[in-house]
């Protein structure tokens, strides 16, 4: 099962990015998927999920400018980022929980990140 993450980018402040998150493998079904970011010199941080059932977190910091959605036919999930600010520069990692019927067992998944540049 891998995790591959497209839509990364370099944009001015104020600008808009898209990024998508799509899940490839067997056997399993996404029980959350979302995205963290971690900046430069700091720790890494929780953005954005949704659940199985569209229920959506967003991080403060992101509330009103970021929009999650997710297609399950396609096992994607897509980031709308709008408003765009230099604090929001990070490398963003797609990440999730994938539940294996024939074991029984979730599993944690991240991806690869996708470095996301805003100047200022």
């Known amino acids: 099962v891998q995790l591959q993450a497209s839509g990364g980018g370099l944009v001015q402040a104020g600008g808009s990015l898209r990024l998508s998150c799509t899940a490839s493998?067997?056997?399993?079904?996404?029980?959350?998927i979302g995205w963290y970011r971690q900046a430069p010199g700091k720790q890494r941080e929780f953005v954005v999920s949704i659940s199985g059932g569209g229920a959506t977190k967003y991080a403060e910091s992101v509330k009103g400018r970021f929009t999650i959605s997710r297609d399950n036919s396609k096992n994607t999930v897509n980031l709308q980022m709008k408003n765009l600010g230099p604090e929001d520069t990070a490398v963003y990692l797609c990440?999730?929980?994938?539940?294996?019927?024939?074991?029984?067992?979730?599993?944690?998944?991240w991806g690869q990140g996708t470095l996301v540049t805003v100047s200022s």
């Open positions: 990440n999730a929980a994938l539940y294996f019927s024939d074991r029984d067992i979730t599993i944690i998944k």
């Open positions: 493998g067997d056997g399993f079904s996404i029980n959350s």
